[in-house]
């Protein structure tokens, strides 16, 4: 299947001293923000205000009770080595304990653990590009980031968005907004639209996909594990932080939703 890049811009961090703030120009090859705006934020800091830890600027290592929790070292997202920076997960909306199948729009996700790829504000990934920890964050999508925005999705909202006779299913853009219980989610420079599903807490549940072998997380026998189609270096972590959903759901994202998704049964086949 071929990959539709809605949006691919080149990207080049800003070398400056600890004490003064970041500014990079998109429009000269910087690293842009979400939304399109041209990164400007605090040194060692997230345009959000989420303080990081090391890198190239050396930020200061934060510890309780500056940082409640301490500053916790990021990992590369494939090799899970040492980055040398790091982030004050206690500024972050969710503490960083929400796991990348469930981000809510305007999110990515950093590799907090070897085993947790967890939802962060965009703005932490891009402040993060710029510490020049470039191989830690994914998009929600779980595409290897690379500082480009987030898309505007614009055009008409694909299938309508919703199954016929089921919930608002594809979000963003022109689509009408998720009902009180679930977050849209997965949006990124591939997937210019996002999905509703199911908030933290409720009956949302992850899947792993081991393709043509099974599934090591499995869904209930009603669902299908949707994975969402990614660059074939990034499949891998696609199929480790699918998302249970019905089958019908599933068969409508991979029919209707521009960048595509994959469809996975119980014995890990594309339904």
Not at 115 to 137: F, I, K
Not at 148 to 156: D, E, R, V, W
Not at 219 to 237: F, I, N
């Amino acid at each position: 299947m071929e990959l539709l890049r809605v949006v691919s811009v080149g990207c080049a961090a800003a070398a400056l001293g600890c004490g003064g703030d970041v500014h990079v120009d998109a429009g000269s090859g910087g690293s842009p923000a979400a939304g399109g705006a041209a990164s400007t934020h605090p040194a060692c800091e997230s345009m959000d205000g989420i303080r990081l830890c090391g890198g190239k600027l050396n930020c200061k290592w934060l510890t309780a009770p500056e940082c409640p929790g301490n500053c916790i070292e990021v990992l590369d997202r494939d090799d899970v080595a040492p980055s040398g920076s790091g982030v004050c997960f206690s500024d972050a909306a969710a503490k960083g304990a929400t796991q990348c199948f469930e981000c809510q729009d305007g999110e990515a996700c950093v590799q907090r653990t070897s085993n947790q790829l967890v939802c962060v504000e965009a703005a932490v990934c891009s402040a993060l590009w710029d510490l020049g920890a470039r191989g830690v964050c994914r998009y929600a999508d779980k595409e290897s980031y690379d500082g480009s925005p987030l898309p505007i999705a614009n055009q008409t909202c694909p299938g309508g968005g919703m199954p016929s006779g089921g919930y608002q299913f594809i979000c963003g853009g022109s689509c009408a907004p998720c009902g009180a219980t679930y977050r849209c989610s997965g949006r990124s420079p591939l997937h210019p639209f996002g999905l509703c599903v199911p908030q933290p807490g409720s009956y949302g549940k992850s899947c792993r996909v081991v393709p043509g072998k099974g599934m090591d997380l499995p869904c209930s026998w009603t669902e299908s594990c949707l994975v969402y189609d990614v660059p074939k270096q990034d499949a891998h972590a696609a199929q480790n932080y699918g998302i249970c959903l019905g089958f019908d759901y599933c068969q409508f994202a991979k029919q209707y939703l521009p960048g595509g998704v994959r469809c996975y049964d119980e014995k890990g086949n594309i339904e």
